[in-house]
């Protein structure tokens, strides 16, 4: 896949690449959409420097201005921090962006076709995108799930975000073929709480053996592969709990008739305020967790 003409790599990412060495995709919706200022520059700033402690180059994706911009510095980080009229992008929204010279942050689809664009094979993030609750009468189920069965880029996440129909999310991705895989877990994972019920498809216990899956899926011409990391026991909620407060959360979404692609970020930001920060607490350290393990994957791929 390419991008002639509107594709930007830094430098540094670009040199990583020619000379092999390991990289990781970052999304830029965490920052944008994902948390308040000043916590999201602090974040995005942090997971960078997890990338690059466990010995990969980070690459943080956006749309600034036009371009894809493959790697971003100081400046444009903290730009989509601050400005709080950066479009949510996602694949569907890419060409427009360019077209009009307008700027987006990537959500996971857009970041795994931008990514894919460039050579990255490893991409981190928090929780993918799936199929929503109430999904019969509103059909609403996240573009991620489609990316992943046309993209050749793993995804290293905490599952898919609690607010989701976790056992559609995973029927449709069977049906699309991708794999699920669990690190060092059995169950997938439902990002503030280590379990679902809900079986992976495959365990693996090292980020080798998951490189060597990813390797084969390369080869063989296949798409994408889930790579399913729970968040760290010290920092995972109640699973009763916080179900119980993501219900009163969409029963509030519900009454102001939010819909679409802004139910995700009023659902991350309510739950935040109902759980005292306890959600956003955990949600950084899931990423966290996640950031290091993909630069480990991809070290290792």
Not at 145 to 157: D, I, K, S
Not at 187 to 215: H, M, N, Q
Not at 271 to 285: E, F, H, Q, R, Y
Request: neutral net charge; aromatic residues 4%.
């Amino acid at each position: 896949m390419a991008a002639p003409g509107v594709l930007d790599v830094a430098p540094e990412v670009a040199a990583a690449l020619a000379a092999g060495r390991p990289v990781v995709a970052l999304e830029s919706t965490i920052v944008a959409h994902g948390m308040p200022w000043p916590r999201n520059l602090e974040t995005a700033r942090m997971l960078e420097a997890e990338v690059r402690a466990g010995g990969a180059v980070p690459a943080t994706i956006a749309i600034l201005d036009g371009r894809l911009r493959v790697g971003l510095d100081p400046s444009a980080l903290e730009r989509l921090a601050k400005d709080g009229t950066v479009a949510k992008a996602s694949r569907r929204d890419i060409a427009a962006l360019v077209a009009s010279g307008g700027s987006g942050a990537t959500t996971v689809s857009a970041t795994m076709a931008i990514a894919a664009m460039a050579g990255i094979a490893v991409f981190a993030t928090g929780g993918i995108g799936g199929v929503h609750r109430g999904v019969e009468s509103t059909m609403d189920v996240s573009a991620d799930l489609y990316e992943f069965a046309r993209t050749p880029v793993a995804v290293v996440c905490a599952g898919a975000k609690s607010i989701l129909d976790i056992p559609r999310t995973l029927e449709l991705l069977e049906s699309l073929g991708v794999p699920v895989i669990g690190y060092r877990t059995d169950e997938f994972p439902a990002f503030y709480a280590r379990t679902s019920g809900r079986k992976v498809d495959r365990r693996c216990e090292t980020a080798g053996e998951i490189a060597a899956l990813l390797a084969a899926q390369r080869r063989l011409g296949f798409g994408g592969v889930l790579v399913a990391n729970p968040i760290p026991a010290e920092h995972a909620l109640d699973a009763a709990s916080i179900e119980a407060t993501i219900a009163e959360a969409m029963l509030e979404a519900d009454r102001r008739g939010i819909r679409g692609a802004d139910i995700t970020p009023f659902l991350l930001a309510r739950l935040n305020d109902l759980t005292k920060g306890a959600s956003l607490a955990a949600n950084i350290a899931l990423v966290r967790s996640n950031a290091a393990l993909a630069a480990e994957i991809s070290a290792a791929l």
